[in-house]
């Protein structure tokens, strides 16, 4: 299934979906990264800007600035998500964020937050800076430029993808299915190897 | 004998760093495209797809295929016909790599490594780095930039093993670092390997095996089939284009080898993502330069 999302989105929306779903969106997405999370979390300051019903993606981008609390895009791409896990929980528990968008997946917690509270996790190309930066149309905001560039970045965003759905609000995970997999498979392939 | 054109290699330096960044070579380019020919799985199919999209917009837009800037790596061959001062090489090549991470500019990926205060410049102690060899008979400097990202960096591995492990602990290693890093090195990956030699040596012929063209086999019929041997199985594997499952997890491996002491059997990996990102210059003595990859 292929689905085009506009936040924000109910925990509904999102249980709709299921793993291996095409995912587009349109409309608002914030950034976030390391030290934005350390923030909220590790130092406990509320964000500037209510994230419920809305999408994250793991991100530092690069942009140029062009006037007073004002950027504009060079090169946004997407990092590793799985350094973040631990944050993840507490972005759809306490702030209602409804998916997390990055490359190679969360853990377990996470997977089990998304399940109970109705969000979900899209695995973004990683390497695929050029295609999503031209999908960004605007930094509309920009919130703790002292994290530059980890700070909490409001995009706005066209046709952004595809994102495909890899852990659903079910439980599934795709990464884990795709490691168990793999797992069988090694026997055999150590077999033909000879090792 | 006029003296050899250093800000030719300086313009050079940062020439080949923002076009590696920006521009994959043909071989890569022809080796994703047959890849999303051959990939099976739906979701696989759609990643290869988007790769082939996201590099012809950086190529047609002058945009970087990937935020990600790396390290700066240049491997430079020295032609033995020229007559120069090394030292004025490597200023040159730090100066290119700096001029290209503030004029262009670029996202500088480097910082200190205990206090990770961030240096702007995307230079720093060792870094860009810089490996030199010599050509017999040549008459240019051949400089290969390699810009080597953090993800796929992240996944390397070497280990010692004892010699009585023999080939069949290597193979398994080799194949179960793939497994490991799963969808973390933005898979379809080059695995480079380097076998032999110290482990020094053994690292640095991993890093030389990622860089060299994909699907360029190496010269020892030997080393090549343990080549082929090790992509099937690697591939077999299912982990897939992103990690998200299908029958394309590597574009190549690709092994360089160097003999070894009595006691040791050493192994290294270098892991290169699918933007398998490099760009290669010649320059001349009379300030002549010829790009390719």
């Given at each position: 299934?292929?689905?085009?999302?506009?936040?924000?989105?109910?925990?509904?929306?999102?249980?709709?979906?299921?793993?291996?779903?095409?995912?587009?969106?349109?409309?608002?997405?914030?950034?976030?990264?390391?030290?934005?999370?350390?923030?909220?979390?590790?130092?406990?300051?509320?964000?500037?800007?209510?994230?419920?019903?809305?999408?994250?993606?793991?991100?530092?981008?690069?942009?140029?600035?062009?006037?007073?609390?004002?950027?504009?895009?060079?090169?946004?791409?997407?990092?590793?998500?799985?350094?973040?896990?631990?944050?993840?929980?507490?972005?759809?528990?306490?702030?209602?964020?409804?998916?997390?968008?990055?490359?190679?997946?969360?853990?377990?917690?996470?997977?089990?937050?998304?399940?109970?509270?109705?969000?979900?996790?899209?695995?973004?190309?990683?390497?695929?800076?050029?295609?999503?930066?031209?999908?960004?149309?605007?930094?509309?905001?920009?919130?703790?430029?002292?994290?530059?560039?980890?700070?909490?970045?409001?995009?706005?965003?066209?046709?952004?993808?595809?994102?495909?759905?890899?852990?659903?609000?079910?439980?599934?995970?795709?990464?884990?299915?795709?490691?168990?997999?793999?797992?069988?498979?090694?026997?055999?392939?150590?077999?033909?190897?000879?090792? | 004998?006029?003296?050899?054109?250093?800000?030719?290699?300086?313009?050079?330096?940062?020439?080949?760093?923002?076009?590696?960044?920006?521009?994959?070579?043909?071989?890569?380019?022809?080796?994703?495209?047959?890849?999303?020919?051959?990939?099976?799985?739906?979701?696989?199919?759609?990643?290869?797809?988007?790769?082939?999209?996201?590099?012809?917009?950086?190529?047609?837009?002058?945009?970087?295929?990937?935020?990600d800037t790396g390290l700066a790596i240049y491997m430079v061959k020295i032609g033995s016909k020229l007559r120069l001062d090394g030292s004025k090489i490597t200023e040159a090549l730090r100066e290119g790599?700096?001029?290209?991470?503030?004029?262009?500019?670029?996202?500088?990926?480097?910082?200190?490594?205990?206090?990770?205060?961030?240096?702007?410049?995307?230079?720093?102690?060792?870094?860009?780095?810089?490996?030199?060899?010599?050509?017999?008979?040549?008459?240019?400097?051949?400089?290969?930039?390699?810009?080597?990202?953090?993800?796929?960096?992240?996944?390397?591995a070497l280990k010692m093993f004892i010699p009585a492990a023999g080939v069949k602990a290597v193979k398994k290693f080799i194949l179960d670092t793939v497994v490991e890093a799963g969808a973390n090195p933005?898979?379809?990956?080059?695995?480079?390997?380097?076998?032999?030699?110290?482990?020094?040596?053994?690292?640095?012929?991993?890093?030389?095996?990622?860089?060299?063209?994909?699907?360029?086999?190496?010269?020892?019929?030997?080393?090549?089939?343990?080549?082929?041997?090790?992509?099937?199985?690697?591939?077999?594997?299912?982990?897939?284009?992103?990690?998200?499952?299908?029958?394309?997890?590597?574009?190549?491996?690709?092994?360089?080898?160097?003999?070894?002491?009595?006691?040791?059997?050493?192994?290294?990996?270098?892991?290169?993502?699918?933007?398998?990102?490099?760009?290669?210059?010649?320059?001349?003595?009379?300030?002549?330069?010829?790009?390719?990859?």
């Amino acid at each position: 299934m292929e689905y085009h999302l506009r936040a924000p989105v109910t925990p509904e929306d999102i249980r709709k979906m299921k793993v291996g779903d095409k995912v587009i969106l349109d409309g608002t997405l914030f950034g976030i990264r390391d030290a934005t999370q350390i923030r909220i979390f590790d130092q406990g300051v509320e964000p500037p800007v209510d994230l419920n019903g809305h999408f994250c993606i793991h991100t530092a981008p690069g942009v140029r600035k062009i006037g007073e609390h004002k950027y504009e895009k060079v090169c946004i791409g997407t990092t590793t998500s799985t350094r973040m896990d631990r944050f993840a929980p507490g972005l759809i528990e306490k702030y209602g964020v409804r998916g997390i968008i990055g490359k190679a997946g969360l853990l377990e917690g996470s997977v089990a937050a998304m399940k109970k509270f109705g969000a979900c996790y899209l695995a973004i190309v990683g390497g695929a800076a050029a295609l999503e930066t031209t999908q960004i149309e605007e930094i509309e905001e920009v919130y703790w430029e002292d994290l530059m560039p980890e700070c909490l970045w409001k995009f706005r965003v066209k046709d952004f993808g595809p994102l495909i759905v890899a852990i659903d609000a079910h439980g599934n995970n795709l990464y884990a299915d795709v490691k168990k997999k793999v797992k069988e498979h090694l026997p055999k392939i150590y077999q033909k190897l000879g090792v | 004998m006029s003296e050899f054109p250093y800000k030719v290699i300086e313009d050079t330096a940062k020439e080949l760093y923002i076009r590696a960044l920006k521009k994959l070579p043909p071989d890569v380019k022809a080796a994703l495209e047959k890849a999303a020919q051959k990939e099976t799985s739906p979701t696989g199919k759609e990643v290869l797809k988007t790769v082939l999209q996201n590099v012809e917009v950086a190529e047609k837009n002058d945009m970087l295929i990937c935020q990600d800037t790396g390290l700066a790596i240049y491997m430079v061959k020295i032609g033995s016909k020229l007559r120069l001062d090394g030292s004025k090489i490597t200023e040159a090549l730090r100066e290119g790599c700096k001029r290209a991470t503030l004029e262009h500019p670029l996202r500088s990926s480097v910082m200190h490594t205990i206090t990770r205060k961030p240096a702007p410049t995307g230079t720093g102690d060792g870094v860009p780095i810089i490996y030199y060899d010599f050509l017999p008979g040549a008459d240019y400097v051949d400089i290969l930039a390699v810009p080597k990202g953090s993800g796929s960096e992240n996944m390397s591995a070497l280990k010692m093993f004892i010699p009585a492990a023999g080939v069949k602990a290597v193979k398994k290693f080799i194949l179960d670092t793939v497994v490991e890093a799963g969808a973390n090195p933005c898979p379809p990956t080059v695995v480079g390997v380097g076998l032999g030699g110290t482990a020094d040596l053994c690292v640095k012929l991993a890093k030389e095996a990622i860089a060299r063209p994909i699907g360029s086999h190496n010269p020892d019929p030997m080393v090549a089939q343990l080549e082929d041997e090790l992509l099937e199985a690697i591939n077999a594997t299912g982990i897939g284009p992103m990690g998200l499952g299908g029958i394309i997890s590597c574009l190549a491996v690709q092994i360089e080898i160097a003999h070894t002491h009595i006691t040791l059997n050493p192994v290294a990996i270098n892991t290169q993502c699918w933007p398998a990102r490099r760009a290669r210059a010649k320059v001349y003595s009379d300030g002549k330069v010829e790009m390719g990859f």
